[in-house]
């Protein structure tokens, strides 16, 4: 058995390692997590359990992310029997976690909801995952950094279950755009997991109000806005607003320029990343080198 106690990265090192145990090939250079869904090596089961201090859920999904350290493209391993069998969810294990690392992986769960809803593969079920992660993000973030004792305990507590309702229905869905670009500008210049949520989430989602603005039901539900079937637009846009104030509330990076990437530099991962966004397959329009340039140049 093995036992993962922290953030992302340590439960992510846990499957890692368990997948060479178990006879898993070395991790793949592309992250495509359609592959949780079979196994594909030789040897036994690990039990995994798992015991996370951030939102970012990694803790419930069978696939972990790697870094190649030499090329910094980020890769991952998928198995189903990488899922954690066990995880413990006690919010007083958080108090100790960084403001910063905890606002910005809520930041990261906020992605999972949002990008699962206007993903293709959206259905009843993971727009109702989504709609009440969004709310219960919106409705405990902020007071989980402010009260103290038994208050501070039972925010943290609903934002643990806001972080797990977002993976849940992300997993049905895949991921979009954000979580590619997050994927990357994570290893090429050292960003953290969920301060690259913070950062892209509302480009994308300004991009996506102009292609799918049907898709953005769930989402405006979460955020208690109101929604028009029949002129969608409108309501996406507020939507995309509304996520970047919320996110303004916190002390985390909100632009590139913010946590050091050159500005000449931003195009060096765009062809990576739309690598991935065509495996997922989640936005129902071709997505251009050029669109994503753009978007990189918008949250520079």
Request: glycine content about 10%; proline content about 5%.
């Amino acid at each position: 058995s093995m036992v993962s106690f922290g953030g992302g990265s340590p439960i992510d090192t846990v499957k890692n390692a368990a997948w060479q145990l178990m006879g898993g090939r070395a991790g793949s250079r592309t992250i495509d997590f359609s592959a949780g869904a079979a196994e594909s090596g030789r040897g036994g089961d690990i039990l995994h359990i798992a015991i996370p201090t951030t939102l970012s859920a990694g803790e419930f999904t069978p696939g972990g992310g790697v870094t190649n350290e030499s090329t910094k493209v980020k890769g991952g391993v998928a198995d189903p029997r990488l899922q954690a069998k066990v995880v413990i969810l006690d919010p007083a294990l958080t108090i100790e976690t960084p403001a910063w690392l905890w606002a910005s992986t809520g930041m990261r769960a906020l992605d999972h909801a949002v990008e699962g809803s206007y993903s293709t593969r959206h259905q009843l079920v993971t727009d109702t995952l989504a709609t009440k992660a969004i709310e219960l993000l919106n409705a405990h973030l902020l007071p989980s950094l402010q009260m103290h004792g038994d208050d501070e305990l039972e925010h943290r507590m609903r934002c643990q279950l806001a972080a797990w309702l977002s993976i849940f229905g992300m997993s049905n869905t895949r991921g979009g755009i954000s979580h590619a670009l997050g994927h990357q500008i994570g290893p090429m210049w050292n960003v953290p997991h969920g301060v690259t949520s913070c950062i892209t989430l509302p480009h994308v989602m300004r991009f996506m109000a102009e292609v799918a603005a049907d898709r953005f039901g769930p989402i405006a539900q979460g955020f208690d806005l109101r929604f028009d079937p029949r002129s969608p637009r409108s309501s996406a846009v507020e939507c995309a607003d509304r996520t970047a104030k919320f996110i303004g509330k916190f002390e985390v990076p909100t632009r590139l320029r913010d946590v050091g990437v050159p500005r000449e530099e931003i195009s060096r991962i765009a062809g990576t990343v739309l690598e991935e966004v065509k495996r997922a397959n989640t936005v129902g329009v071709e997505v251009t080198l050029e669109q994503l340039v753009g978007i990189l140049d918008a949250a520079y």
